[in-house]
């Protein structure tokens, strides 16, 4: 062999090697600098659903850019909401462990705050609610849903905000998964009416000890990716004999029984343990027997907290420096933001690695931090 086909071959070994870094190079930096939500392959939340055979990209782990899995794990393949009307924090703190176990559970255990806020606009529930679900602020001056009414007015969200608003359903439903909503009072309709088809089931019953049981049956027979469940219980009871009061502390401590009855639920099923996540928020907290004045701050204070497989005790803004805690006060929506109640339906997409809900204004960045 001459020495200058010895070069010859060098200089394509070196060539080759050289290639081979670059393509290695542009395949661990492609996810990362492609634009958020394109992944490649649908989310690991597509792979629960039985229903769903036409996906067949779905690759669990690998489906999931590594700028994800900060905030994201590909085990996630179900979350739970649950929320609970008119949850003044201080009920939580008042009751104690003995009596409102499961919540201090949540604390514990979970990714929690009890200072989180309302919309700015609105400590009312169907406003707040809309929020959850949609991930916007309530005025459309600023890409708000444009729910500043409380009952149901026979319409829906898109008719009210006068452009098309997809939801946590929406997006959940796009991506093949399946979808259900548990609610405690009518004016729910009106959600199930703006969203007939991403809702895959609703159910409304007033009863929340017989909406906890169809609840607990879904739970354990149905392979679902988002359920929604609404407790009015407290609500009722702080309207009718006012909040803080012993008849709405009552009320709590029973909604921590049903809130334990479904915790049991995951606790006991390997699918749910496994698979799923829990968020349990609230609307607006509430003194007195009303909690319409969006400036109290004891109708604007409200509990946040996250919780299952992967999470461990933390507090919330601890564990997100780019949220503020907002003390005592009300931030609107300019600078430093608290985490709001409203972030709901983008901590959603972003436990399931899906897209942010289209036209959202919350937790668009899908940055929540609720694993260590
Ligand atoms: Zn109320």
């Given amino acids: ?24 190079v542009c395949a661990v930096a492609a996810p990362v600098l492609a634009p958020r939500g394109d992944a490649p392959a649908p989310p690991p939340a597509v792979a629960e659903q039985v229903s769903a055979p036409h996906h067949p990209a779905a690759a669990g782990d690998r489906s999931v850019p590594p700028a994800r899995r900060a905030v994201s794990r590909p085990w996630v393949r179900s979350v739970l909401v649950v929320s609970i009307d008119g949850l003044n924090p201080d009920a939580i703190t008042a009751l104690g462990p003995s009596q409102a176990p499961h919540l201090h559970r949540l604390i514990a255990e979970g990714a929690a705050t009890l200072n989180a806020r309302t919309e700015f606009e609105s400590t009312q529930t169907l406003p707040n609610h809309t929020g959850m679900v949609t991930g916007r602020p309530v005025s459309t001056d600023i890409g708000g849903h444009g729910v500043t009414f409380n009952e ?92 803080m009061s012993a008849d709405y502390l009552e009320a709590v401590r029973k909604t921590d029984h049903r809130l334990g009855r479904l915790m049991g639920a995951i606790d006991e099923t390997r699918r749910l343990r496994r698979h799923l996540l829990l968020v349990v928020t609230s609307d607006h907290g509430g003194l007195g027997t009303s909690h319409a004045d969006a400036t109290r ?28 805690d907002p003390g005592a006060s009300r931030p609107d929506y300019a600078g430093a933001q608290p985490i709001r109640n409203g972030m709901v339906a983008n901590l959603v997409t972003q436990l399931l690695s899906l897209k942010a809900v289209p036209g959202s204004r919350f937790n668009t960045a899908q940055d929540v931090r609720v694993f260590d």
């Fill in 152 to 243: 149901d007015n026979g319409g829906t969200v898109r008719a009210t905000a006068g452009e098309k608003v997809r939801s946590a359903f929406s997006a959940v439903h796009r991506a093949g998964g399946r979808t259900a909503l548990f609610a405690s009072k009518p004016k729910f309709d009106f959600l199930d009416r703006s969203w007939p088809t991403a809702i895959d089931k609703y159910r409304m019953e007033p009863d929340n000890k017989r909406l906890t049981r169809l609840v607990l049956r879904d739970l354990r027979r149905q392979r679902r990716t988002f359920r929604f469940v609404h407790f009015s219980a407290p609500d009722t009871a702080g309207h009718a004999s006012s909040y």
């Fill in 1 to 24: 062999m001459s020495p200058l086909s010895l070069r010859g071959e060098s200089r394509w070994r070196l060539r080759a090697a050289l290639i081979s870094v670059a393509l290695t």
């Fill in 297 to 324: 701050r004891y109708n604007y204070t409200m509990p946040f907290f996250v919780w299952g497989r992967g999470i461990e005790g933390a507090d919330l803004y601890d564990l997100n420096p780019q949220y503020a």
